[in-house]
């Protein structure tokens, strides 16, 4: 049952306030920081209450304003958005404290700036989470697009201006070459752009022309550039050049995320299960991913820099979301829906321990890590929990992705991609163990030495350590999410 309430609209609220006080409080440090953690609070309090009445059966539905018949500027809370919405802004504290440690270790300038963004960022992360319709997802994906450009380009040199312009071209180049035509397309085939509550039947006619639906589905995949599908993935491993705590933002809570959100959102609740299936497109979609988790994962194997591995790492990962939905499949859907959460804790926990290495030793190359496990023990076994996780070793929370994606692909009775996903785990240990073994098992590198190197500010192990615990509490416990999952597919 559908409940109209302004509660979809509450995190968002939230999070504008926050951005204006953290604004109006630039010339006080301490007053500018907890503004953020109390927002970044309230928005994942705001977003919790809604539970209850999703696991009921019930979703919320809250309309901002209609613009034409058909074209709406509406929320829309279901089980799918509540794991994106829970996510972006749970994550969201975790980076806040991370950030605060971060930010005074380096005494990064333009912190007000940075704050500011990084909220917005997250804004709309919840717009794209709750969206009712084509119309507010695409308007808040460009919101996160923008505003996440001066967090990528922050260290305003020629290294940051050159990867916050391919930033900018590849997402910006992507939505209005390609997002943009499909969801006028869209329009024009089906008289609306909101979503439908039938994942099955979607919202297309079903005497729609097959082409012009063949066409208006490719153009959305690859429309949505921030799930960094190849060959649309290049502006991922050059936005690196932003501050740890961005890339973590990048990775873990809000960009890429968006993106595959917004796959699984169109796949399930524009197109419909049935759809895809009678046009193939669910299979085909199933092998372009397995391709960029492949690819990526090779590549990944090739890179001596801590962050440019762990970014080709998310390329990879994040086709595991793509891949399960598009296999069209209970258990499929569920392991790719399920991973937006894993990857999430898990990934996060990464690039932390990344920034928390270089905030301690400023050391990037994973080659000269050798012996550092010593000098950081909390931060390089946080990594090594992170690792196994999106290795898929049980009990840690990737294990639960794969084993479902897994199952998907043996219901289909799909072997190249049961073939596919055994290959991965294989790739995925191979560029994730070197790291752990150099850090705790292999003899220290030439003029190597622990004198001086420690832990980073608490304020950034902290969280690290905590998001790498929660990773295992997930895997042992994953029945919140599954729950969520379920109630949407029913």
Known sequence: ??????????????????????????????????????????????????????????????????????????????GLSLVFGIISSFLWIFATFYNIGYMRSLKEHAQTRYYACFAVAILGAQGVSFSGSLFSLYLFYEIITIFTYPLVAHHQDEEGYAGGKKYLVYLMGTSKGLLLPATVLTYVLTGTLDFSRDIINGVFPRDVNALWVTVTYWLFLFGFAKAAIMPFHNWLPSAMVAP??????????????????????????????????????????????????ITASVIALTKDDLKARLAYSTVSQLSYVVLGVALLDPAGITGGIIHIANHGFSKITLFFCAGAIYVATHKKKISDMEGIGYAMPVTMGAFAIASLSMIGVPPVAGFVSKWYLLNGALEIKNMPIVVVLMASTILNAGYFAPITIKAFFQGRSPGWSRDGIREAPMTMVIPLALASLISVAIGIFPQFFMEIIGRFLR
């Open 1 to 78: 049952m559908a409940i109209e309430s302004i509660k979809p609209l509450v995190p968002i609220i939230i999070v504008f306030v926050t951005t204006i006080l953290i604004m109006l409080t630039k010339r006080r440090e301490n007053l500018r920081e907890a503004w953020s953690v109390a927002g970044s609070v309230l928005t994942f309090l705001s977003v919790v209450s809604m539970v209850p009445a999703i696991l009921g059966g019930h979703i919320y539905t809250y309309t901002i304003s209609t613009i034409a018949p058909g074209i709406s500027f509406s929320l829309r809370v279901d």
């Open 244 to 293: 740890t705590p961005v890339s973590a933002l990048l990775h873990a809570v809000a960009v890429v995320k968006a993106g595959v959100f917004c796959i699984c959102r169109v796949l399930l609740s524009t197109f419909g299960i049935g759809l895809l299936q009678n046009l193939n497109l669910g299979i085909w979609t199933a092998y372009v991913a397995s391709f960029t988790i």
